[in-house]
């Protein structure tokens, strides 16, 4: 097995079950915790809140210490973190107990989840983008995995056993990132040098774009994610279609990352971030004016998967293509901070929108505007600056001066 076909192996597997166990997984417990315990729905969902709340302000610390270590100690060690912390969720019976896991969960999420393993398929893989979008095309699978999964050993074993069976689970990830990944070199490829600013580069264009483009993404996401279902339901669907809807949107999204990966290097990331940016408003506005029919909301869920397919390649890939290699992980940290507040508004604010305006195809539309304020990243034509040199990005760069 090559090392490229090796990294994208235990990267692909190591956050198809972090994202199942410390994320997807969550919502099936909030039922069970509820009947036995006697905590409020939103005192358990509060705990999730402040697990993405921690995880994203731990973004940047955790990016430099990849930029400046390597990420593989990292990924193995917040694995196993959050292993510890599963286990712990199993015997809570005390909410402020349960707050501090979940609060020390953002940092498991940080340290073992997407961002570092990214970094260090940058930093590693001979053809990071194609890398990053087969690991992505096997992550689309992780909710198809983990629903039911977890569903039947909630069923099977109660929801503590339950955890305790996720909990052994995520100490996998941990464990083959030591095992099959070499370790890196003293310095990682991603790591900044001296004259690298963090301050500097998040003031530049491009990353000012990107970092728009991401939080809109991410409200949106995040929106529809609470809401989706309301939202077909008041369109008057019968209940199988609205269920059908929301289920295509993994096959959807997983088929258009197959297509990334057998386009190759024919397609850059600006030009499938351009049609992500492009298919957002399109989705937001057929769920907002189209007819009540499966065969027009459709295309709805079709445009929508796609994009959200997209974006998250562009998230990994695309931050590299545009702004480069150098402090990537540092960088990528810094985005992931101003995706924070967008995550944490847009339940409440799309709610907000339907109380006021009746239904929730007006917060259709506003999401959908939303989602413009980010295409402009995508139609910069400006390269990287990497040593003071203005690059296009190959493996190796190639730089001229700038």
């Not at 199942?20 to 036995?36: I, K, R, S, W």
């Not at 939303?370 to 296009?392: D, F, T, Y």
Request: hydrophobic share 55%; aromatic share 8%.
């Amino acid at each position: 097995m090559s090392a490229d076909a090796r990294l994208i192996l235990v990267i692909a597997i190591g956050q198809t079950i972090g994202w199942g166990t410390m994320f997807a997984a969550f919502a099936l417990f909030v039922a069970p915790m509820e009947a036995e315990l006697g905590w409020s729905r939103a005192a358990i969902n509060a705990g999730l809140t402040l697990a993405l709340l921690v995880s994203g302000f731990a973004a940047i610390p955790i990016g430099r210490r990849v930029d400046r270590d390597g990420a593989r100690g990292l990924l193995a060690w917040g694995g196993w973190l959050g292993a510890v912390l599963l286990a712990l969720w199993s015997m809570t019976e005390s909410l402020p107990v349960y707050l501090g896991l979940w609060a020390a969960m953002g940092l498991a999420q940080a340290a073992a989840l997407w961002g570092p393993a990214m970094a260090l398929v940058v930093a590693s893989a001979r053809d990071p983008a194609r890398s990053i979008t087969a690991i992505s095309f096997v992550t689309g699978f992780t909710a198809t995995i983990f629903i039911p999964l977890t569903a039947w050993l909630i069923g099977a074993l109660g929801w503590r056993g339950a955890l305790l069976a996720l909990a052994a689970l995520q100490l996998l990830p941990g464990a083959l990132t030591l095992w099959l990944l070499p370790a890196g070199p003293v310095r990682p490829a991603t790591t900044a040098p001296g004259g690298f600013r963090l301050a500097a580069a998040v003031r530049r264009p491009a990353f000012l774009a990107l970092a728009a483009c991401f939080a809109a993404h991410a409200f949106i996401a995040t929106g529809l994610g609470a809401h989706a279902i309301p939202l077909l339901r008041e369109r008057g669907l019968p209940e199988a279609s609205v269920l059908l809807l929301v289920a295509l949107h993994g096959p959807f999204q997983v088929a258009a990352r197959a297509a990334l990966f057998a386009l190759g290097a024919r397609v850059t990331m600006r030009e499938a971030g351009r049609l992500a940016t492009c298919l957002v408003p399109l989705a937001m506005l057929i769920l907002a004016l189209a007819p009540a029919d499966l065969s027009w909301l459709v295309l709805y869920a079709l445009a929508w998967a796609i994009a959200d397919g997209l974006m998250t390649i562009l998230r990994a890939a695309g931050v590299m293509e545009i702004l480069g290699r150098e402090g990537y992980g540092t960088l990528s940290g810094a985005l992931s901070v101003a995706t924070v507040g967008p995550r944490m508004a847009a339940p409440l604010g799309i709610a907000l929108i339907w109380e006021g305006r009746g239904r929730l195809r007006a917060g259709a539309l506003v999401a959908g505007g939303s989602r413009r304020v980010g295409g402009g990243s995508l139609r910069s034509r400006g390269a990287p600056l990497i040593n003071g040199r203005r690059c296009c990005y190959k493996s190796p760069p190639r730089c001229r001066r700038g």
